[in-house]
């Protein structure tokens, strides 16, 4: 599609959102196109960061997420502190979050996509990207389901560093920890590498502007997951395969609320569509890429791990997004428990790659 | 190499299902209440936001 038509249905939906559901959302469609856009236009992809530095000993990706999580906490803490409205993104240290972020870190690698970057091709058009989505959304939506079960092994209450150390406190530690991160990736690759690229740098940028955008409009971090898991809810709902109030995730009075009203009043889901539409724009400019075919074989590999991407999402509190972006700037321990197990996870996951020839 | 034209189609499908889902739930889901809309930032609203979240284990 032309970028000329495509801007204007971008347009007409604005518009219908202001009309039909409220101005916030509107606005939260545009803060989404824009991540949409930094994330294609960039190449912004936290899956391809981390294997470019376990394959290649480049630390260009790996760099740009720290940018990225520097820049958003310097926003997102003092914020935190001052509106009592906003909210971090606070997931409790557990057994499925070990488990969960493991998973996501071996599965993203094969699926060549995390939560945003499963998003952003799929707007750019890649075949399987757009076939995962679906099953994203359905292991999402069964994650949730399972939740109070994977709890049941062992949890502790949510950690967050504002509150333990105010916000000057979080803001020492949480940088601390990113250069610790720097100093390890100093450590693996060596003398001699290249740091940033350009690209890197401003996608970082901008993500991390509409990133705080989000959490000043919305009160809440950037997410991806919780829209996904709400749409494969609706769906079974509306297929009478589930019954919210049997449900322990279901039916707390705010899950219980947003299944029944219609999507578009969710803030996850509005963002999401924007990421889409964001790419489809980019993608739009550079018209439609000839990709490499899937063997059968591949194909269902690569579904298996899309569907185990959204389930273990769920456990995990978060996918690279929710719970490394969003948690990490805000201050939550979970998001540090996240980053080192999706990383244990990714170093199967690329030689599962590798093995399967994607 | 995948055509071009094979994966414009693979678009179509997969825009057009995402539309479809948007237009269903919009059919199938209850009015919208505009005088309860909420506000447009939320920091500084003095109003408790409501959002989901998948950082949240409720």
Sequence with gaps: MKRFPLAALLAAFFVFLVMAVSVRQAVLLLVGIGMGAALAGARFGFTTGWRQLIEHKDPQGVTGQVLLLALASLAALPLLGQFPELHAALGPPSVSLLIGAFVFGLTMQIADGCGSGTLYKAGMGVPLNMGILPLFALGSFLGSVHLDRWLSLGQTEPVGFATAFGTGGALALTFGLLALTLLLVRAWVGPGRQWLARRWAWGAVALAVLATLNLLLAGQPWGVVYGFGLWGGKLAMALNLFDPTTNVFWSQPGNAQRITQTVLMDVTTITNIGILGGALWISARAGAQPVQPLAPRQWVVGLIAGFLLGYSSRLAFGCNVGAMVSGISTGSLHGWLWVPLAFAGSLIGVRVRRHYRF | ?58
């Design chain 2, 1 to 58: 190499m995948v055509s071009t034209t094979s994966t414009r189609r693979w678009q179509l499908v997969f825009w057009l299902g995402l539309l479809g889902f948007l237009g269903w739930d919009w059919a199938a889901s209850p009015p919208i209440d505009l005088r309860m809309e909420p506000p447009l930032i939320a920091a500084g609203s003095g109003q408790e936001v409501s959002g989901g979240h998948c950082s949240m284990a409720k």
